[in-house]
């Protein structure tokens, strides 16, 4: 079976300073995607990064970069420069194999504080 | 309008109404899907379009009715629905099927079934 764990539910930081949110997954397959999305308050849930796993170089999008632990099965996100408008739910996703579902996590509520 | 749109964006509906949710893709995406969101649980994917045919259902009551006329357009026929209903329920369309596109989501509609 395919999981994806998020065990932080709330965060908070302050602006401009630098946070990680944690994730975890569980999948057989050699070949996935890895995605976090964001869902500010007024609901749009919007891609932040993706990452491949054949590829060992971590993604970066700007102030979100991601650190890929192939190994360990761990994808975290790291926010860096926090600006108020980075608060929203986080959300980790999977996407393995012949599987047309991206299985998800819970999500984490981050809150940026000014 | 861009992106993926949703109407309506509230909903109170008694138990024994019917209504219909609509989701709109400008992106050109050949594929298009239904999710549940409720508060404390991951997304559920409901029903996946690919080129208007149904390609997953995930065990969805059949109080739900899904219609897909064409790429662009996604109903959501809802009828004699429960409490236990009442969610926010996101479209989302990609690209294409395969584990390796990033959906893009609608606003969502608020249901409150009474």
């Known amino acids: 079976a395919q999981t994806v764990t998020q065990s932080q539910p709330e965060m908070s930081v302050q602006e401009a300073e630098t946070v990680t949110l944690s994730c975890t997954y569980d999948?057989?397959?050699?070949?996935?995607?890895l995605f976090w999305y964001k869902q500010p308050p007024s609901r749009q849930m919007i891609l932040v990064i993706r990452?491949?796993?054949?590829k060992q170089q971590n993604a970066t999008e700007n102030r979100f970069s991601v650190n890929f632990q192939k190994a360990a099965k761990s994808f975290s996100l790291k926010i860096s420069d926090s600006q108020l408008g980075d608060t929203a739910m986080y959300f980790c996703?999977?996407?393995?194999?012949?599987?047309?579902?991206?299985?998800w996590g819970l999500g984490t509520s981050l809150a940026v504080n000014p | 309008e861009t992106g993926v749109t949703q109407t309506p964006r509230h909903l109170v509906m008694g138990m024994t109404n019917k209504k219909s949710l609509k989701c709109e893709q400008h992106?050109?995406?050949?594929?298009m899907y239904w999710y549940k969101q409720s508060a404390k649980k991951p997304l559920e994917l409901m029903f996946v379009?690919?080129?208007?045919?149904?390609?997953e259902n995930n065990s969805v009551p059949s109080r739900f009715s899904p219609e897909c006329p064409n790429s662009s357009h996604l109903f959501l026929h809802l009828h004699t629905l429960q409490p236990e209903d009442s969610a926010l329920y996101l479209c989302?369309?990609?690209?294409?099927?395969?584990?390796?596109?990033?959906?893009?989501f609608g606003p969502g509609t608020r249901l409150t079934v009474t």
């Open positions: 989302a369309s990609s690209q294409g099927i395969t584990f390796s596109y990033e959906q893009y």
């Open positions: 992106l050109g995406h050949n594929a």
């Open positions: 379009y690919s080129l208007e045919e149904r390609v």
């Open positions: 999948t057989s397959e050699n070949n996935y995607y």
């Open positions: 990452q491949e796993a054949y």
């Open positions: 996703a999977l996407n393995a194999g012949n599987n047309r579902k991206l299985i």
